[in-house]
C-alpha cells in the first residue's frame, strides 16, 4: 500500500518504512535498490557480529547486516522467509535484515529537520499515523560495518564472487 502522493504545500520526501521488533524505521528511497528474499550467506572470519555473512547479487559479493543486532535488539533466526533490503551509498552498498517491510510512505522534510533527537545511526525520529519512526543514517551505519578498507579483511561490496 502505498500513501497519498505528495502536494503542493509541503515538501514530502519518500521513504521504505520497516519494523525491527516493536519499532519503526525507514530509509529514504533514493538509497533503496531493491527487497529481496534471504539467499545463501558465506561467513566471514572476525567479522563484526551484525555482519551475518556476504551474498552473490547478481555476481557482485554483498555484506549483510543483521539491523536488530546494529540496533541492539535481539537477533532472530534467519529463515528463508527472511527479508532484506539492499541500500546503497554511492558505490557502497549492503543488504539490511529487517523483520517486515511495510510501505513507502511520504515525509514532510520540515518535520525531519526539526527532529530533537539523532544518534550514530538514527538521523531523527518522527512522528507518522500516531508510530514513532525511526530514520536511518545509512552512511553512518555502512561507514562504520564495511569502512574503505574492508576489503583487506574479506568484505567489500566492490569485490566480484568467483
Do not use: C, W
Not at 29 to 54: D, R, S, Y
Not at 69 to 74: H, I, M, R, S, Y
Not at 113 to 140: C, F, M, N
Amino acid at each position: 500500500m502505498v500513501t497519498p502522493a505528495p502536494t503542493p504545500e509541503a515538501l514530502l520526501l519518500p521513504f521504505l518504512t520497516f519494523r525491527l521488533g516493536q519499532q519503526s524505521y525507514a530509509l529514504p528511497i533514493a538509497q533503496v535498490i531493491e527487497v529481496a528474499a534471504m539467499v545463501e550467506l558465506v561467513t566471514v572470519a572476525n567479522a563484526p557480529a551484525a555482519l551475518l555473512g556476504v551474498a552473490n547479487r547478481h555476481g557482485s559479493v554483498l555484506p549483510i547486516l543483521d539491523l536488530r543486532l546494529v540496533f541492539g535488539q535481539p537477533a532472530s533466526p534467519v529463515t528463508d522467509s527472511t527479508l532484506f533490503v539492499v541500500a546503497a551509498v554511492g558505490t557502497r552498498q549492503a543488504g539490511l535484515v529487517v523483520d517486515e517491510v511495510y510501505q513507502v510512505a511520504y515525509f514532510d522534510a520540515q518535520q525531519l529537520a526539526a527532529s530533537p533527537v539523532s544518534e550514530k545511526y538514527v538521523e531523527g525520529i518522527l512522528t507518522y499515523r500516531d508510530q514513532l519512526i525511526q530514520i536511518v543514517a545509512l552512511p553512518a551505519l555502512l561507514a562504520s560495518f564495511l569502512p574503505e578498507g574492508a576489503a583487506e579483511h574479506g568484505y567489500s561490496e566492490s569485490e566480484s564472487a568467483p
